[in-house]
């Protein structure tokens, strides 16, 4: 699985809320099932994520899974400090492919 991939073929970004919490991971589920059939990429924009739960971080890991059996080439356009924190806590920065070593 890419993190950063060279082609910018025009793949949407796909912007994550400010409060990723349970309360919208049925919402951005929905708006993730719509943004890969219509691009071969994922790109993900987690950098206004100021409040993240566990049942979120789930859905992520859910769909870095799925971008992966599915063959998308994935990449982090940006992410919070909260979200990498939220990650670390939970043991998944390495799932998620985040680099937290900055």
């Given amino acids: 699985m890419?993190?950063?991939?060279?082609?910018?073929?025009?793949s949407p970004i796909f912007l994550l809320p400010a409060?990723?919490?349970?309360?919208?991971?049925?919402?951005?589920?929905?708006?993730?099932?719509?943004?890969?059939?219509?691009?071969?990429?994922?790109?993900?924009?987690?950098?206004?994520?100021?409040?993240i739960d566990?049942?979120?971080?789930?859905?992520?890991?859910?769909?870095?899974?799925?971008a992966q059996e599915k063959g998308l080439k994935f990449a982090w356009t940006a992410y919070s400090d909260v979200l990498c924190e939220g990650a670390k806590l939970t043991g998944l920065t390495k799932v998620l492919h985040l680099n937290t070593e900055n």
Avoid: P, W
Avoid at 2 to 10: A, C, I, K
């Fill in 54 to 66: 566990a049942a979120f971080l789930q859905l992520l890991v859910m769909m870095v899974s799925n």
């Fill in 19 to 51: 409060t990723a919490n349970i309360s919208c991971v049925v919402k951005v589920l929905e708006d993730y099932r719509t943004a890969i059939e219509k691009s071969n990429c994922l790109d993900i924009d987690g950098s206004e994520v100021s409040v």
């Fill in 2 to 10: 890419e993190t950063n991939h060279d082609e910018q073929e025009n």
